[in-house]
């Protein structure tokens, strides 16, 4: 694995360890005690945050498992597997937006060494062991995901990556035309700052991608923040828009993931979903590029 770029640092952060990455473009920091979440993405070059938080400011805390994903700090980017809203499926009690934002995950110190955040996590649950490497390149933070199935058998799951990010006026939404064309002409799409009415939420998929591209543009600063990757691996698109219509909270979120249900029972009938072979491995990679 090469490594491009990377003045590290950990520090202590409201009681937990913080790891940041910065290579005088992108700035990204995680948080491994708390579901490895991503809590900062900023452009160097303009300052600006991506990454929303609510308005009380940040509040890093734990959370036990069967809380409600609403209780936790909702703050930046959480992974959600197998599932996002809780289910029962194959005798298993799947808890609000899956078993792993609220777990404690483990820290590779040789990755840290070469300058990459690579964290790991046991499902408590589920039969599975789930890997993510945060590492910079030039503007861009690449994630890449390693998914084990532990078990006998094959193993169906629902992964979406679940970014907050706080919306700036101005800003506008980038999508492919081809994948305009799979949300039947959702006006909201048009200006995800203003147009779905105060006091409302909306989300939808986009299925099946045939370009995994999109992003949000500002047309006053141009400031822009892009998701990529490979639709072979990720073919749907989930897009979430909250304006005070999920307690309280204004935020988007851009969600690259294998399934267009929340459910995983759901998406593993008609819509499909994400398969890992007995004892088998797969791996996938999502790239966030920042921009000005």
């Known amino acids: 694995m090469t490594i491009i770029g990377n003045p590290s640092s950990v520090r202590e952060l409201q009681g937990f360890k913080a790891y940041t990455l910065n290579n005088g473009k992108v700035e990204v920091t995680v948080v491994p005690e708390l579901g490895a979440k991503i809590i900062s993405l900023k452009n160097l ?22 809380d409600d994903f609403a209780r936790s700090p909702l703050v930046g980017v959480d992974e959600c597997l197998p599932t996002i809203a809780p289910a029962r499926w194959q005798n298993r009690d799947l808890p609000d937006h899956g078993e792993v934002w609220h777990q404690p995950w483990q820290v590779d110190a040789a990755a840290w060494a070469a300058g990459a955040v690579q964290t790991r996590v046991t499902l408590p649950i589920s039969p599975f062991d789930f890997e993510r490497t945060v590492r910079l390149q030039n503007g861009t933070v690449m994630l890449d995901y390693r998914l084990t199935n532990r078990g006998s058998q094959a193993e169906r799951f629902l992964w979406a990556l679940h970014p907050l990010l706080w919306l700036q006026p101005g800003d ?23 147009a779905v009415p105060p006091g409302q939420c909306a989300k939808l998929f986009a299925r099946p991608v045939r370009e995994g591209i999109s992003g ?26 909250t304006r005070g219509g999920w307690h309280g909270h204004d935020h988007f979120a851009l969600e690259p993931t294998n399934a267009a249900a929340d459910a995983l029972p759901v998406a593993a009938g008609h819509e499909g979903c994400g398969t890992v072979p007995a004892r088998g491995t797969i791996t996938w990679q999502i790239q966030l590029r920042v921009g000005a």
């Open 45 to 66: 070059r303009t300052g600006r945050e991506w990454l929303w938080h609510p308005a009380g400011g940040l509040n890093l805390f734990n959370n036990r498992p069967g």
């Open 172 to 194: 506008q939404l980038q999508l492919p035309a081809s994948t305009r064309a799979l949300l039947n002409g959702a006006t909201w799409l048009d200006a995800v700052d203003s």
């Open 216 to 241: 949000i543009r500002n047309t006053r600063t141009g400031d822009c923040l892009e998701f990529l990757w490979n639709p072979a691996e990720n073919n749907t698109l989930g897009l979430w828009l």
